[in-house]
């Protein structure tokens, strides 16, 4: 890793430190890391949108001579002019006199967007589930391939569990009836697998959580040994600036840390005298 | 103040403190945790394993930066099979910030395929892995559904030039490439909504055989799509990925990972299970002396 390099890594290596601050409380460093993330994702974005979309599709680099073409003057894709034409009204937003103008692109743009999601979306997110749902109940399979396997979601009885389950899920939304007696207990069944249905995601979403955490420990392990073992790096002779730069990260934290001890200190002092 | 009150006034950053300590002393220790495959991560495995050279396999990078934890082990282990079993891969990426972890992935990859390794006992002696030949990575376009939708036409309709700028007509790998009957499977790597994109508007319109590899926030919700046969198989989060690193034999950062998860879940189950008896105890309390 060459200087320059581990100059951003340090950099990065701060960052994390910081968000992960919020932890104990909202504060400067954790502001900091935030603003920057934020913006540099924005800029990102718009660079790369710029690049990738607007211009490919607006504008080409005619490399023979160096200079640039607007592609609808140039070429045989006067059409493009169109979507163009509709990507200038949606700036009309900004005038209160013009802005009902931009409703026009809007509309086309769902439009469009309903015409294509409308009849995919309902094929694959409800007849394809739906079919599923009523699917014969496979009894040759009915414990799972070959022994009994609770989480072969292919077995006869888990589309056994997945049809009584949606069943008494839609019961338990019906509330044109009051939830006693048989209907009751379905309702009651329906709210069960709701809740082992949330608690998988739960579960889920807590491994994510610990994974990103786990991720940011391996880059700090990665950026330690690159600190302290320097002289395995191809730049030997910059060991000393690596060594500086890290304590100089270790007495900015320290700081703010005694900032903090101090701060807490005083006022607990101050909430006994009173 | 007893013992149960004192659980249900604990203050969260105790919580956080002890979460940490697990965290880093067993990841400051290494030691093996066993690893259970499921089959929905076995399929993905198998199918890739089966292709003949030559094959091409699309892996749509659809993650930023923030799923990276999860998604680029995933990703590492499969481009790294395909490669190494003389597979071509045709890259995309439909998010935001995806086309940095795309070519941060090919650099690392291709790097890794320099030296001669071993895996599941069969050596595969080290080659250069060349673009456009061995791979192509079409790059970004905003708007994935409309994309996905003109790829299955022709991947030169969005993408008339690779993410480098070169015409996709004059690489090699794309000669006769047209759309999705030209690619064996797609294997999106997603940490946004593309992923149901993919089911609807890619192998719901064009039948390809699609599999996923999902962040563990939105696993759940993909599992009734492997169940009807939308998807041939799923990863999900860092145990997904781990399961696929163990299948093929090439322990990385997931697998690192594992004994992490394992005992931080495991306090949390403590943190859960003490929650409930302080909660329980101290409304069967207030119950009481309600009572008197």
């Not at chain 1, 009885?157 to 839609?170: E, K, M, T």
């Not at chain 1, 709210?191 to 420990?217: D, E, H, K």
């Not at chain 2, 045709?90 to 935001?96: G, I």
Request: aromatic share 16%.
């Amino acid at each position: 890793m060459d200087f320059t390099t581990f100059l951003w890594t340090t950099f990065a290596a701060f960052l994390t430190l910081a968000t992960f601050s919020f932890l104990y409380k909202d504060n400067p460093f954790y502001k900091i890391a935030e603003h920057i993330v934020t913006g540099v994702a924005a800029g990102y974005f718009a660079i790369l949108l710029w690049h990738n979309g607007l211009i490919p599709k607006l504008v080409f680099d005619r490399l023979e001579d160096g200079n640039w073409y607007v592609l609808w003057l140039d070429s045989s894709k006067p059409w493009y002019l169109i979507p163009a034409f509709l990507g200038l009204l949606m700036w009309t937003r900004f005038s209160m006199k013009w802005q009902w103008v931009s409703r026009w692109p809007m509309a086309m743009y769902i439009g469009i967007s309903a015409g294509i999601a409308v009849p995919l979306e309902m094929s694959n997110r409800v007849n394809k589930q739906l079919y599923d749902t009523m699917a014969t109940i496979d009894w040759a399979n009915f414990l799972g391939q070959g022994s009994f396997n609770l989480f072969d979601v292919q077995s006869g009885l888990s589309q056994l569990i997945v049809f009584a389950g949606v069943i008494a899920g839609l019961v338990y939304f019906f509330f044109s009836k009051e939830h006693k007696g048989i209907f009751g207990g379905v309702a009651t069944f329906g709210i069960w697998i709701l809740m082992i249905g949330f608690g998988a995601s739960f579960g889920f979403t807590v491994m994510a959580r610990i994974s990103l955490f786990i991720n940011r420990m391996q880059f700090l392990k990665v950026w330690g040994l690159e600190a302290f073992n320097a002289a395995e790096t191809p730049n030997p002779g910059h060991s000393a600036f690596y060594q500086i730069f890290f304590w100089l990260l270790v007495l900015l934290v320290a700081g703010y840390a005694t900032l903090e001890i101090v701060r807490y200190a005083k006022s607990s002092v101050s909430q006994t005298r009173k | 103040m007893d013992i149960f009150e004192r659980l249900m006034k604990l203050d969260r950053r105790w919580v956080f403190l002890f979460l940490i300590i697990v965290c880093v002393v067993t990841y400051a220790f290494d030691f093996p945790v066993p690893i259970l495959v499921e089959p929905e991560v076995k399929a993905i495995f198998d199918f890739v394993d089966s292709l003949p050279p030559g094959e091409i396999v699309m892996v749509p990078i659809d993650y930023d930066p923030g799923s990276l934890a999860e998604l680029h082990p995933m990703t590492y282990a499969i481009v790294e099979q395909c490669w190494r079993k003389n597979l071509k891969v045709l890259f995309t990426a439909l998010s935001q910030n995806a086309p940095g972890m795309a070519d941060q992935a090919i650099r690392d990859i291709s790097d890794s395929l320099k030296v001669e390794k071993e895996y599941n006992g069969v050596a595969y002696p080290p080659r250069e892995i060349v673009n456009g030949e061995d791979f192509v990575f079409l790059g970004y376009k905003p708007y994935p559904s409309i994309i996905i939708l003109s790829m299955g036409q022709n991947f030169r309709l969005p993408f008339p030039t690779d993410y480098y700028g070169t015409p996709l007509d004059s690489l090699p790998m794309m000669k006769g490439v047209q759309n999705y009957d030209d690619v064996a499977c797609v294997i999106d790597i997603s940490g946004t909504n593309s992923t149901d994109y993919w089911i609807s508007y890619g192998q719901g319109r064009y039948g390809f055989p699609l599999a996923i590899g999902v962040t563990g926030v939105s696993t759940a919700q993909y599992y009734p799509f492997y169940g009807s046969g939308q998807i041939f198989g799923i990863m999900g989060g860092m145990l997904g990925a781990a399961q696929y690193e163990d299948l093929a034999d090439n322990p990385g950062l997931a697998k690192d990972g594992m004994r992490v998860q394992l005992y931080a879940h495991m306090m949390i189950i403590a943190f859960i299970i003490l929650g409930n008896i302080g909660y329980f105890v101290s409304g069967r309390r207030a119950k009481v002396e309600g009572v008197k």
